[in-house]
């Protein structure tokens, strides 16, 4: 019963949420992410992929719902949240001082949220 910008917004809370817990868990995603989806690929990709797939239907479903702007590619958005997400991410595992990941967190959903929304 959540509007497409609450699932949105539940969905970067859960990948924050769970790396903001375990710091060094979040610098093995980050650092070797890529080597997984390359060595296991049919055990990593599909959760992975289905992940991004389930971001994509939230676009797709805001977009039907005349609440997100339609003037974007999704897949261009799909790549982009999620590698500048995962940079930032780097970011704070390798220097927490220097950045704080909740305000990291809130400040992409301030981003997405309104870069999103149809005016």
């Known amino acids: ?25 979040a610098i093995v995603f980050v ?38 702007n339609s003037n974007f590619n999704i897949k261009i958005l799909r790549s982009f949240v999620f590698g500048g997400a995962r940079h930032l991410i780097r970011a704070w595992a390798h220097n927490p001082n220097e950045h704080n990941l909740n305000e990291v967190r809130q400040t992409v959903k301030y981003i997405l949220k309104y870069g999103l929304l149809k005016r």
């Open 31 to 68: 650092n070797e992410q890529h080597h997984f989806q390359l060595k296991y690929k049919d055990k990593f990709t599909k959760y992975y992929d289905k992940f991004l797939d389930l971001g994509e239907e939230i676009v797709k479903e805001g977009i039907e719902k005349k609440l997100f």
């Open 1 to 25: 019963d959540l509007s497409p910008l609450d699932k949105f917004d539940s969905m970067i809370d859960l990948v924050f949420d769970v790396l903001i817990t375990n710091r060094e868990q």
